[in-house]
């Protein structure tokens, strides 16, 4: 199978490619989800459905499933009951028990790590002391994608976003995902929900299943933020609610990078490439190297993988039209245009990648050397694989347990600090034009 993929081999180019992929966040929000390309009709639909769940609850959930995704589904049905859990606990293979537990035990180790200690003082100087505590989000929603029908369920996604979400002390989790036309929910995902310790499961995709977590429904709690990636619709309805919600981000398109030297094998390169390829038409793979044989080589891999992957279209769609191979002077060059991608997920495979890493601002999770591919990031290694894409990494992160947490501030003053303090503090209070606030730290003296 040919592709048609040539070797770039200027800054312009590449910078121009790179503006093409960062762009790819508009290019999503138009895809096949809403086929005719009208942003204007996908805000209204999205919009009209927001006003019914929010005014209808269940019962408009209960409809719009129906016109949407023809699923016939009564309002007292909308949650998955204990019976179900046990159910798919019963159905589920013992090797996708073993491995769901095994990431849960992964990435629960990673998020432990990472807590913040709760309570943090520091004296700043005789009578005045500072800190900051942190306390969990107290109500969570996560949409998890399933594909038409629930036919392709983000089963690691539930993992992957919600264990940080129960390390960092949030009570109750609800999960909104699609079912199929016997409103049922695939076994696996049911079980990973069960695992990550999901309060409740409500059997909606799409905005109306965002809606209900935002808004409240009879049956579904309502959340204050809500996370997950999702199409057109689901960031629509995220993108709206934002404000009356927290939202994680405005997930775009899978991407990958990879800086590589002569030292990378053309063969896996490829494998890495396609392996992001292969998730949707707008993904993108980025190979970048100052070695230009191992990007022909890796040309020459990718024609010949891509003829027997089983989703060979799809990837060979995102290769010829966001996949890249760009030859750099060097690897300093090829840093600096990393950084200026901010990609999702970033592989080394150099022959000194730590050098390399120290150069690079800009990744939502960085893979370093031959033997750690991204999809080890995606499913056993630990961290959360919910990152920033279009170039969101220059600016933001990925979840993980900060995700769910709030921090306050704390402050303690002595009346000789305070005392201290009053004549900065009034000045400026005056210079404001806010005598009242001047006055307030006055009162405390009057005597």
């Known amino acids: 199978m040919s592709i048609a993929l040539t070797i770039l081999d200027s800054e312009e180019k590449a910078l121009n490619h790179i503006n093409k992929i960062t762009a790819r966040i508009s290019d999503h929000d138009l895809s096949t989800d809403n086929p005719k390309g009208d942003q204007l009709n996908l805000h209204k639909i999205v919009a009209d459905i927001l006003s019914r769940v929010r ?26 009951r204990q019976a179900e859990f046990d159910d798919a606990k019963k159905a589920l293979d013992p090797e996708i028990e073993a491995a769901l537990q095994l990431m849960a035990q992964r990435i629960e180790k990673y998020a432990k790590q990472m807590m913040p200690p709760a309570v943090e003082w520091f004296k700043e100087e005789e009578g005045r002391e500072l800190g900051y505590r942190f306390t969990p989000i107290e109500n969570v929603g996560a949409y998890v994608p399933g594909g038409l029908g629930g036919s392709t369920p983000l089963v690691s996604s539930v993992l992957m976003n919600l264990i940080p979400a129960k390390v960092a002390g949030v009570q109750n989790i609800v999960v909104a995902t699609p079912c199929n036309a016997e409103a049922k929910i695939h076994p696996a995902l049911l079980r990973a929900c069960e695992i990550a310790g999901v309060s409740t499961v409500y059997k909606a995709g799409g905005a ?16 204050v933020k809500v996370i997950g990636p999702g199409n057109a619709f689901v960031q629509e309805a995220k993108r709206q609610l934002f404000g009356l ?118 990744a939502g999770a960085i893979f370093i050397g031959p033997y750690t591919p991204e999809v080890v990031g995606d499913y056993t290694a630990g961290p959360s694989h919910t990152l920033p894409t279009c170039g969101a990494a220059k600016f933001s992160s990925g979840i993980n347990v900060y995700t ?41 003296f009057k005597d």
Request: charged share 25%; aromatic share 2%.
């Open 245 to 362: 919600i927290d939202i994680d981000m405005m997930a775009g398109p899978s991407e990958i990078a990879i800086l590589a030297d002569k030292t990378a094998s053309p063969e896996v390169l490829a494998a890495d490439m396609l392996a992001q390829a292969e998730h949707d038409p707008l993904a993108s793979s980025v190979l970048i190297s100052d070695d230009r044989n191992v990007l022909e080589a890796t040309i020459e891999e990718l024609e010949t993988a891509l003829a027997c992957l089983p989703k060979k279209d799809i990837a060979a769609h995102s290769i010829e039209k966001f996949g890249a191979v760009l030859h750099c002077d060097s690897i300093e060059q090829g840093c600096e245009w990393v950084n200026e991608l901010g990609p999702e997920h970033l592989e080394l495979i150099l022959e000194d990648s730590e050098l390399a890493l120290g150069k690079i601002k800009h």
């Open 55 to 80: 005014t209808d609850g269940d019962s408009a959930v209960s409809d719009i499933l129906a016109e949407i995704d023809k699923v016939t589904i009564n309002e007292s049905s909308l949650i998955v």
């Open 404 to 444: 769910f947490l709030k921090s306050s501030s704390l402050l303690k003053y002595s009346k000789s600090a305070m005392k201290n303090d009053l004549s900065a503090l009034t000045a400026m209070a005056r210079t404001e034009n806010l005598e009242g606030h001047a006055r307030s730290a006055e009162s405390r």
């Open 208 to 223: 109306q299943g965002v809606a209900a977590m935002a808004y409240g429904t009879q049956s579904c709690p309502k959340c």
